[in-house]
């Protein structure tokens, strides 16, 4: 793991590790303190599994398996799932071991699920756009502000309904605030939730995640004033550089603030046979 020290200077490798790193750090803490949820923190894996069958509350974060003994993991990992009768969403990173994980994935029964573009920034190269006049962006601070943040992120983002509520557990169970390495943010037009960001302070820079908006709302520079407030907030407390990962369509909203792509996560899926009968 990287020092908690703030990055400062760094060549693209260091880059790289840290995109990792806090991505993998956020999914310990966005996952990890829900109780609903096992951690499984193990030298070659780090993957979580809860009672809720759904790939965003059971997934795989860090590989680092051998040639010899990827398949059997695999294998060990689809039994683990089945037995509760859940899925399984795994994450390959440009550190994943072997190199062609996604190939042995494949062949077990996982399908391709997506593909994200790590990026980062130079936060002394952030290009700075005037907000909206009409929008108010807050941290979200208490009960009522993390609750309205979780439905406002799963309205964005078509959460199925079942999901709805575990999405708000889960997002109470987090330890955020905003003085904190975590903190999450609304924005709101004519007082009402319309658009989310979240800053996560670890690995020595700072990582943007769930950044959403409203259908209704999009195209207005909603998503792009809410993913700039808590970037000015690192700047502010003397963070160098800024994470994220981004979908083919975010990646001109983040180019645009000066983000760039350093690497490359996948997603594969096994939505687990058992399921269907």
Same mark, same amino acid.
């Given at each position: 793991?990287?020092?908690?020290?703030?990055?400062?200077?760094?060549?693209?490798?260091?880059?790289?590790?840290?995109?990792?790193?806090?991505?993998? #750090?956020?999914?310990?803490?966005?996952?990890?303190?829900?109780?609903?949820?096992?951690?499984?923190?193990?030298?070659?894996?780090?993957?979580?599994?809860?009672?809720?069958?759904?790939?965003?509350?059971?997934?795989?974060?860090?590989?680092?398996?051998?040639?010899?003994?990827?398949?059997?993991?695999?294998?060990?990992?689809?039994?683990?799932?089945?037995?509760?009768?859940?899925?399984?969403?795994?994450?390959?990173?440009?550190? #994943?071991?072997?190199?062609?994980?996604?190939?042995?994935?494949?062949?077990?029964?996982?399908?391709?699920?997506?593909?994200?573009?790590?990026?980062?920034?130079?936060?002394?190269?952030?290009?700075?756009?005037?907000?909206?006049?009409?929008?108010?962006?807050?941290?979200?601070?208490?009960?009522?502000?993390?609750?309205?943040?979780?439905?406002?992120?799963?309205?964005?983002?078509?959460?199925?309904?079942?999901?709805?509520?575990?999405?708000?557990?889960?997002?109470?169970?987090?330890?955020?605030?905003?003085?904190?390495?975590?903190?999450?943010?609304?924005?709101?037009?004519?007082?009402?939730?319309?658009?989310?960001?979240?800053?996560?302070?670890? #690995?020595?820079?700072?990582?943007?995640?769930?950044?959403?908006?409203?259908?209704?709302?999009?195209?207005?520079?909603?998503?792009?004033?809410?993913?700039?407030?808590?970037?000015?907030?690192?700047?502010?407390?003397?963070?160098?550089?800024?994470?994220?990962?981004?979908? #083919?369509?975010?990646?001109?909203?983040?180019?645009?603030?000066?983000?760039?792509?350093?690497?490359?996560?996948?997603?594969?899926?096994?939505?687990?046979?058992?399921?269907?009968?």
């Amino acid at each position: 793991m990287m020092s908690d020290k703030i990055l400062q200077d760094a060549d693209d490798s260091q880059i790289i590790e840290a995109i990792e790193e806090n991505f993998c #750090s956020f999914g310990t803490t966005q996952l990890g303190r829900w109780s609903r949820i096992e951690v499984h923190d193990e030298p070659d894996l780090l993957w979580f599994k809860s009672d809720v069958p759904a790939p965003s509350f059971n997934t795989n974060l860090r590989a680092r398996l051998s040639p010899e003994n990827v398949d059997l993991i695999i294998a060990r990992q689809q039994a683990a799932y089945a037995e509760r009768n859940l899925p399984l969403l795994w994450w390959t990173n440009p550190s #994943s071991t072997p190199p062609e994980i996604g190939r042995h994935l494949i062949s077990a029964g996982f399908v391709h699920h997506g593909e994200l573009a790590g990026m980062a920034m130079d936060l002394n190269e952030l290009v700075e756009e005037a907000y909206p006049d009409d929008l108010v962006i807050e941290p979200a601070v208490g009960t009522i502000a993390q609750q309205n943040f979780a439905q406002t992120l799963c309205q964005a983002f078509d959460t199925p309904q079942a999901l709805v509520e575990p999405m708000i557990e889960q997002s109470l169970a987090m330890d955020y605030g905003p003085g904190g390495p975590l903190v999450n943010y609304i924005g709101f037009l004519d007082g009402q939730p319309v658009t989310t960001a979240s800053l996560y302070l670890e #690995s020595g820079v700072a990582g943007i995640y769930n950044v959403s908006t409203l259908p209704a709302y999009r195209g207005r520079g909603f998503g792009t004033a809410v993913t700039l407030a808590p970037l000015l907030e690192a700047k502010k407390r003397g963070y160098r550089f800024s994470v994220l990962h981004s979908s #083919s369509m975010a990646i001109s909203l983040y180019r645009r603030l000066g983000f760039k792509t350093y690497c490359y996560f996948h997603q594969y899926l096994w939505p687990n046979p058992a399921q269907d009968k």
